[in-house]
């Protein structure tokens, strides 16, 4: 044959041994002899890989891992974890349906059920995530779905995840816990109760700041199969290359997690020791509202939380002016430390009041600890405080 055509039809040699970092198959689709095997591939999730929105075994091995970590039966990747929550929901819910869900969410998802509410007639109730007397006050008829996060942000509120999904399944109310902030090896909400676990991998699974992606876990193989079907008509399924560069952050997740761990426990001590910092919010410090449903659910109270600076906007402001090696960023989970200060970012539209009713004030910085020597953190805040 002419080159135009041998360079088209080039052939890769198959390895006799096994790779020792996992293939990238980035490829769209894949070419069959057996027109059976074809067909088949495109109905089922767990067929032959036919075309990469519907599978890929790159984007597989990472499904199947995380699937694995959380003790559930099958995993969807996503675009991103708005893409996960997203396919879950929909895939899930149906106009009418009423939705119970914790009051302090990702703001993403808070969108996403407003816009379920006004546009698809889903009704939702907020409840605090911690009164398994309040969740059964707030389940009618047509509850379809609780909704909770495992470590909420910014006040690091901790959902009693087995009192909540006991109260739920009692009721055949659907139970579905964002696991973000807490990771598989903090807590595994499956153990709990929980029908489905979400995630953006964008934080602490894939864990370098260089990647956006998303994993729903389902402790129900046929429940998966129902969401694969609306994820794969969404296209929200995730990106070979996303799901390899996941892949090889997920091996070193126990190692940074210790680090994210024991860096933020050391910081939170001694911004709650000091002088310019009104209140620290770590469910790891003993007077924090969620320590004992943390103590019970946890094995590790995260490596993200808030604090309070004396002095409101302005002393925000400053301190995120004055720091040197942290950076302010809009993310979390990655080996560099970052922080957010929310009123003057990402909640800048609201007043001191509306700021008060969701939980930031004025002041108030979220930090996620990254992997760095905790000394030269502690330095760089202490020189940012007054
Ligand atoms: C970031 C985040 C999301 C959204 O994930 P993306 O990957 O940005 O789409 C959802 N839930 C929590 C708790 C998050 O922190």
């Known amino acids: 044959m002419r080159p135009e055509t041998r360079l088209v039809h080039t052939e890769t040699p198959r390895p006799t041994g096994t790779p020792l970092a996992v293939p990238l198959y980035q490829t769209s689709g894949f070419s069959f002899d057996d027109l059976e095997t074809f067909a088949d591939g495109m109905g089922r999730p767990d067929g032959a890989f036919v075309y990469t929105r519907m599978g890929n075994p790159t984007v597989r091995t990472l499904e199947n891992a995380v699937a694995d970590l959380e003790g559930g039966a ?10 996960a929550i997203g396919s879950v929901l929909h895939g899930v819910l149906r106009t009418g349906d009423h939705v119970v869900a914790q009051r302090d969410l990702y703001g993403g998802t808070h969108a996403l059920l407003r816009d379920l509410a006004e546009r698809w007639g889903v009704t939702v109730t907020r409840v605090s995530g911690h009164d398994p007397d309040e969740l059964r006050a707030a389940l009618g008829p047509r509850t379809r779905l609780l909704y909770l996060e495992t470590i909420a942000n910014p006040a690091g509120h901790v ?61 129900d193989a046929a429940l998966h199969r129902e969401v694969w079907e609306h994820a794969v008509e969404y296209g929200a399924t995730a990106d070979p290359f996303a799901a390899w560069l996941t892949l090889r952050g997920l091996r070193t997740l126990p190692l940074r997690m210790r680090a994210h761990c024991a860096n933020a426990e050391v910081l939170a001590h001694r911004l ?35 604090f309070d600076l004396v002095g409101g906007r302005a002393a925000g402001e400053a301190f995120v002016g004055a720091l040197r090696l942290v950076k302010p960023a809009p993310s979390l989970g990655g080996t560099e430390t970052l922080v957010l200060h929310p009123a003057s970012t990402s909640h800048r539209r609201l007043d001191e009041a509306e700021l008060r009713a969701s939980g930031i004030a ?10 760095e020597h905790v000394d030269d953190l502690w330095d760089d805040l202490a020189n940012a405080l007054p």
């Open 74 to 83: 099958a995993g969807l990747a996503a675009a991103s974890g708005m893409g």
């Open 362 to 371: 004025g002041g108030t910085i979220r930090l996620s600890a990254g992997v």
């Open 272 to 306: 709650a020791a000091h002088p310019a910092v009104a209140a620290v919010h770590w469910p790891g410090l003993p007077d924090h509202p969620s320590h004992e449903v943390a103590a019970r659910l946890l094995s590790g109270c995260g490596g993200t939380f808030s």
């Open 159 to 219: 959902s009693d995840l087995a009192a909540l999904a006991a109260v739920a399944r009692e009721a055949g109310v659907l139970v579905v816990v964002d696991n973000t902030f807490a990771t598989p090896l903090l807590c595994r909400p499956v153990e709990h109760g929980a029908d489905v676990v979400v995630h953006s991998t964008t934080k602490y699974l894939a864990g370098h700041s260089d990647v956006i992606g998303g994993v729903a876990v389902f402790a």
